[in-house]
């Protein structure tokens, strides 16, 4: 942990034996949910729910939508939310007749055709709530309708989720409604179900907003959401449908009902000084989980083991005092806990001692992020310790503190046998420790995780846990969540699995997003670590520990070499020519919304540089080609003549940890010529690379849109940069904007042109791109995933003080002027058929020579023929060539890494002949690797000792590494090169 003095050190170990539980197959039930909504237009004040602006939606992510129909005919929208009930909006079937005309169907997409996967009911029931007045239809406009039958769950076909009580999500969170509504006011219907991403407003602006339709209006139960300048709305046919919001750890949940608003996607940002007729309003939904209380018990009213209509827990909760006690869910005869319970126990021991949970029965409804039914526990002072469900029983825990807080959560179904724990109040240091600094002895079968799972593990974490099997079995683990820090050889953060307690035999070594398969010992006994450096934290891992008889075991020295290593994306890029757009570490928004920015996955923005000047950081730009980088004028106008000055640095997530960065000087920067740094027009500008960048899993270009691909009002953007958040971060950043009306944006601005937009959202807090930030790609998914830019970050007026949006170059205006540059550039550089001159960087004594390759070794030693570099990443691609590399504390005063690489033909090899080398002794690093990038392999580490030297590589490529970790550190290389061909 980062600091030993937390109060809530927990330290997992294991003290008795229990039986082994299965691992978890699958989730209970799908935890991601849908999106859209309906109006009746039978109701005052235009209660039109509706679907403007959106997309269509995909079958397979909506299986939770139900169509409403009357006369076969669509007219409303609803939520699966278990076999027996769906649930609606309350103006929707609020006739007294209609559960005799009304019909719901499920696993319905598209009208125009009738689909295998389709189910009608008739209906049983209508429960609308009892505080709905028709003549107030805006308030707890909702309504439960209990089938005839029961819904076969599939594929296309499952519940939604309902809210937990204590689900909290942030103003500016991007949400989803979906529906078979109309595409416009008053417009025509789709045949196919649309979806719609709207952000969530704050509650108070929502009523003052509904103010200025009528002042006699009062919203007690709704939420609400929408772009103040409108484009994206529900419509008339989408009333009762779902409105959807996602939890921080990916599960999607029903948050509200959709069930009115003033007209179709029209705005409301300035209500008070438009026409009343004209007015509009942000999309109102029921709030569910202010109703969870009457929705909880109308679900439980027909089962037998209910509480009764109150939702309660089913065992005594509240305060436990003592050296010891128990906790039994459910309690007495009751063989399973009930739906919708909420439990809070705090367990009090004296003072000096430090508690034990010892699990005796665990058995809770399963979810990958643990959102459905759970166990949570934190200690005195609110830090989370851990958060458990599923059947996997959790290790034992001793916690040291004298008090820790437990609570157990349940949703609307999947009751389970709950769970029985015991807590006893031990000595301090009684049993071996396992704190993440120490080592926790494991005997038996159970669950381990990281530190606060599912939220972020600590900083500086170092566990380790050691787990021996019984005699004649061996060990498997089975992750069921893994998300660590990714980086090259798990250079940050990383799990390590040992096969001995020497830690000689490695079974895997894991970083990243990718589920590692399962792990075999090859003995009874076996080795893991966890480790984490100080930045960079996520939800860390789960997995579950378990014992097979020796038997199974087949052949390992064969399965193991397969089975170790996680499994491939399938979004992983394997081949980088020719190809944009498309990042190998697909981005993710662990929180959806437009009000704050997070940072990004390392390395899912690949296209993103950062701009250097005098060696820091000034501005941003974006990868167009492998020779140029597209930024914003006002970034680098007036100081084009010092093109040796600036940097631009490539593969970069973290400004001051450089690992994977390729960085390239600049040869030649390009300002548009009408470039006005008055009113900011024309603010595009080319950087022209002195060498060419190496296309990998962390360096690629973003995709030019051409006349098919074009950016319209309310589409959501992603804008990354270093400073979203108004400071320098050190640490890429990444915030979904909307993109503005060009009207919306001249009323924020003057002087905008054509050639200019906005984007972002108003959210009463400061995040318009500012200064600093300019020249940021703000770029756009497309159908087919692939990213397109569309956007150089401009300007942005009063973005510390007064709030508005951001101003961007339209890329598209310039389209034609970056092509005929790039293209004028490779036409210069492939104008012949000629080897290319060595990419060396020349240093203040480079004198160029005619080199033929495949020539013999040049080992004239008292020529002066040399190239001489300065520690800095290069790349020589001809022979025969000679090489003297000089670095010094000069250089880099707190040390650094530099990288020389040749690269021969196809079907080539090449020798090295080390002629010279002088370095501060334990001060520089000098290794040699066959191959480069991700694919090179170690060779040989040099010391002064073994110089000269010669060395033959296999293969057509040779990465020399130099690396120092000193300020005081020297080093002399020379060389000479040649390439040769395989006989």
């Known amino acids: 942990m980062a600091e030993t003095s937390l109060s809530s050190v927990v330290l997992m170990l294991t003290l008795m034996t229990h039986v082994g539980r299965a691992v978890p197959s699958s989730p209970g039930r799908v935890s991601r949910c849908g999106n859209r909504r309906a109006a009746n237009e039978t109701v005052n004040y235009s209660l039109l729910s509706r679907i403007v602006g959106g997309t269509s939606a995909r079958k397979e992510e909506s299986p939770w939508i139900a169509s409403l129909k009357r006369d076969g005919k669509h007219f409303c929208g609803g939520t699966i939310i278990s076999d027996k009930y769906i649930i609606t909006a309350a103006h929707c079937v609020s006739d007294k007749n209609a559960e005799y005309y009304v019909k719901v169907v499920v696993g319905v997409h598209d009208f125009s055709n009738k689909e295998t996967t389709e189910q009608s009911f008739s209906i049983t029931a209508i429960l609308i709530h009892p505080s709905y007045k028709s003549s107030m239809p805006y308030n707890y406009d909702v309504a439960l309708i209990k089938l005839v039958g029961r819904i076969t769950f599939g594929k296309n076909i499952q519940p939604a989720c309902l809210p937990n009580p204590d689900d909290v999500f942030p103003v500016g969170s991007l949400c989803v409604t979906l529906g078979w509504g109309r595409l416009q006011e008053n417009g025509k219907l789709p045949v196919s179900l649309q979806q719609v991403v709207l952000p969530l407003i704050e509650y108070k602006r929502c009523l003052s907003i509904m103010k200025t339709v009528d002042r006699r209006l009062a919203f007690e139960t709704v939420v609400c959401a929408g772009f103040p300048e409108g484009g994206k709305d529900a419509c008339q046919g989408d009333s009762g449908g779902p409105f959807l919001c996602q939890r921080s750890h990916g599960g999607w949940v029903l948050i509200g009902v959709t069930s009115w608003g003033l007209g179709c996607a029209r705005k409301w940002k300035d209500n008070a000084l438009i026409p009343p007729e004209k007015r509009g309003s942000p999309g109102v939904f029921t709030d569910i989980q202010r109703l969870l209380h009457w929705i909880s018990a109308t679900l439980n009213q027909d089962k037998t083991d209910s509480l009764s209509n109150q939702v309660r827990c089913s065992t005594d909760d509240g305060f436990l005092k003592g050296t010891a006690g128990q906790i039994l869910l459910p309690k007495g005869t009751r063989k399973y806990y009930s739906n919708n319970e909420k439990c809070v126990w705090t367990i009090l021991v004296p003072k000096g001692k430090y508690i034990l949970l010892t699990f005796n029965r665990f058995n809770l409804e399963w979810d990958y992020s643990c959102d459905l039914d759970y166990l949570v526990i934190f200690s005195a002072v609110g830090h989370l310790i851990g958060k458990f469900c599923g059947d996997v029983w959790p290790r034992p825990l001793l916690i040291s503190d004298t008090s820790i807080t437990l609570k157990f959560i349940s949703d609307f179904q999947e009751s389970n046998i709950g769970f029985s724990l015991s807590y006893t109040a031990v000595?301090?240091?009684l049993y071996p420790d396992s704190d993440c600094g120490s080592v926790a002895v494991i005997f038996e079968e159970g669950e381990i995780q990281t530190m606060n799972h599912p939220e972020q593990y600590s900083s500086n974490a170092n566990c380790q846990w050691v787990v021996h099997s019984p005699m004649y079995n061996i060990i498997k683990i089975t992750f069921l969540v893994f998300e660590v820090e990714p980086g090259e050889d798990c250079l940050f953060d990383r799990l390590v699995v040992h096969h001995d307690l020497q830690g000689t035999m490695i079974a895997g070594k894991f970083c990243g997003f990718a589920l590692p398969d399962p792990i075999l010992s090859y003995s009874n006994v076996m080795q893991i670590t966890f480790t984490s450096d100080y930045v960079g934290n996520y939800i860390g891992f789960r997995a579950v520990i378990s014992f097979v008889p020796s038997s199974n075991q087949i052949n390992p020295g064969i399965q193991w070499k397969e089975s170790n290593h996680p499994r491939k994306s399938p979004d992983k890029i394997e081949h980088f020519d020719n190809v944009c757009g498309v990042s190998p570490v697909p981005p993710r928004f662990n929180h959806p919304s437009i009000a704050k920015a997070e940072e990004a996955i390392p390395n899912s923005w690949p296209w993103h540089v950062s701009i250097n000047f005098g060696n820091k950081h000034m501005c941003n730009g974006a990868i167009v080609s492998e020779s140029f980088v597209l930024t914003s004028a006002n970034c680098v106008a007036e100081r084009e003549a010092f093109h040796n000055v600036w940097l631009i640095a490539a593969g970069l997530?973290?400004?001051e940890l450089l690992i994977n960065t390729q960085k390239r000087p600049v040869k030649k920067i390009i300002v548009h010529p009408q470039y006005d740094p008055l009113s900011k027009d024309f603010d595009v500008a080319l950087i022209h690379l002195e060498e060419r960048f190496q296309y990998n899993p962390y360096v690629q270009p973003i995709c030019l849109p051409d006349?098919?691909?074009?950016?319209?009002?309310?589409?959501?953007?992603?804008?990354?940069?270093?400073?979203?958040?108004?400071?320098?971060?050190?640490?890429?950043?990444?915030?979904?904007?909307?993109?503005?009306?060009?009207?919306?944006c001249k009323e924020y601005y003057g002087g905008i042109t054509d050639r200019m937009f906005c984007a972002g959202a108003v959210t009463g807090e400061d995040k318009a791109p500012c200064s600093e930030q300019s020249g940021a790609p703000l770029v756009r998914r497309s159908d087919g995933g692939i990213y397109f830019i569309f956007g150089i970050v401009s300007w942005g007026v009063g973005?510390?003080?007064?709030?508005?949006?951001?101003?961007?170059?339209?890329?598209t205006a310039f389209i034609q002027w970056i092509r005929e540059i790039i293209r004028s550039d490779e036409g210069a550089t492939h104008t012949n058929t000629e080897p290319q001159p060595p990419l060396i960087t020349p240093g203040p004594l480079y004198k160029e020579k005619a080199l033929q390759p495949d020539s013999p070794p040049y080992n004239d030693s008292s020529s002066s023929q040399h190239f001489y570099v300065a520690c800095k990443d290069v790349m020589s691609l001809q022979s025969p060539g000679e090489i003297k590399l000089v670095a010094s504390s000069q250089d880099d005063p707190e040390?650094?890494?530099?990288q020389?690489?040749?690269?021969?033909?196809?079907?080539?090899?090449?020798?090295l002949n080390f002629k010279q080398l002088n370095m501060s002794c334990e001060k520089y690093s000098l290794v040699i690797y066959e191959g480069k990038s991700r694919n090179k392999t170690f060779k040989a580490q040099l010391t002064e000792e073994k110089i000269p030297i010669i060395i033959k590589s296999s293969g057509p490529a040779v990465t020399i590494e130099a690396s120092s970790t000193a300020q005081d550190s020297q080093l002399q290389l020379w060389l000479s090169y040649t390439f040769h061909h395989h006989n």
């Not at 691909?709 to 804008?719: A, I, M, Q, R, Y």
């Not at 020389?900 to 020798?911: E, N, R, T, Y």
């Open 427 to 429: 000595e301090p240091n």
């Open 653 to 655: 997530h973290h400004l």
């Open 707 to 744: 006349g098919h691909n074009k950016l319209e009002p309310s589409d959501l953007c992603v804008v990354s940069g270093w400073n979203l958040n108004v400071e320098l971060a050190t640490k890429l950043q990444q915030l979904e904007v909307p993109v503005l009306l060009d009207g919306v």
């Open 799 to 811: 973005c510390h003080e007064n709030p508005k949006p951001g101003v961007y170059s339209r890329v």
């Open 895 to 898: 040390g650094g890494r530099c």
């Open 900 to 911: 020389l690489i040749f690269q021969a033909p196809k079907d080539h090899f090449i020798l």
